[in-house]
């Protein structure tokens, strides 16, 4: 009987190494008066953490006006844009962008004075395609409050990257950059646990029969996986399993793998060791010509072209 060997090394993990993720510290906006700070869209997750005061959040597609105090963290999703707020309603806009030139000397855009609201947060941006597929189930924001009983070991991490905020120790920025990732992870796991009710690629990560196909695909994507066979690996019938996968991950199990293969093929080429022909065999395709027609219908160019755009040779 086939075994996976990823869930020593959950898929989480080993997808965020493979889409690459990176962190980059954004500014920290210490905000006054009646003020209403637009965030506009980007291609990112943005995550912010509340060090002091109280404020109100609006998200781009949730109808929700979240109230946030000192020690709630929360992620906005990818191509969403947000509005804080340091009251309900009545407030002056201005956008966040237009406050750069207010940065002090210690990296903080200060508006109005300051000393209503104090946050501070991150932006994640990941390379590759396979991101989109696994991004798209996420809801436009996740709040997480201080008090959540779930979020005891997140809380530990908030406050590790607080106190580096605030402090003046040697590498106070490496380690607010470390920090960033372990709280996105976290972040992530809370949400999971929070509602397992609802439908997503993270959910389906936990699902007690899903979980072993997605393990065993990210495993091994070079194996010749058929719908039966991954449903096997499941303990479900082929039907339940079809319908139930595209029900929490949003694609079928085919698209799924090819969207992964397609991942890992673009981490090989870019790193130059292996010659095409061979990475189609590692991937699962029996002829490089098959790997091409699949690499461009994901892609939309070919993979020599693909390394030579990453590259810059003609």
Known sequence: ??????????????????????????????????????????????????????????????????????????????????????????????????????????GVIVHEGGGDILSIGSVFKFQGHFSRLILKSLPPVIHLPSDLDQAAVLRWSLERFGAEFRGTAAGRALMMGNLAPIILLQTLRVYARLT??????????????????????????????????????????????????????????????????????CNLLEKGELASAEIAHEVGYESESAFSSAFKKVLGLRPGRYVSDRTGLA
């Open 1 to 106: 009987m086939w075994t996976s060997a990823v869930a020593l090394e959950d898929v989480l993990s080993l997808v965020l190494t493979r889409v690459k993720l990176d962190s980059f510290l954004t500014c920290a906006f210490d905000v006054g008066g009646k003020s209403a700070i637009v965030f506009p869209r980007a291609e990112a997750l943005r995550f912010k953490v509340i060090l002091q005061g109280e404020c109100w959040l609006s998200v781009e597609g949730d109808d929700t006006c979240y109230r946030l105090r000192a020690g709630d963290c929360f992620l906005v999703s990818h191509g969403r844009s947000f509005v804080l707020s340091t009251r309900k309603s009545d407030n002056q806009t201005v956008y966040a962008e237009n406050l750069i030139h207010s940065r002090n000397e210690d």
């Open 196 to 265: 397992p009710a609802k439908e997503s690629w993270l959910i389906a990560l936990s699902h007690p029969k899903l979980s072993k196909a997605i393990e065993a695909m990210h495993a091994d994507c070079g194996r010749k996986w058929t719908v039966a066979s991954l449903a096997a690996i499941s303990g479900m019938s082929r039907a339940g399993f079809a319908q139930n996968f595209k029900k929490y991950v949003g694609a079928a199990p085919k698209e799924y793998l090819l969207y992964w293969r397609m991942q890992v093929a």
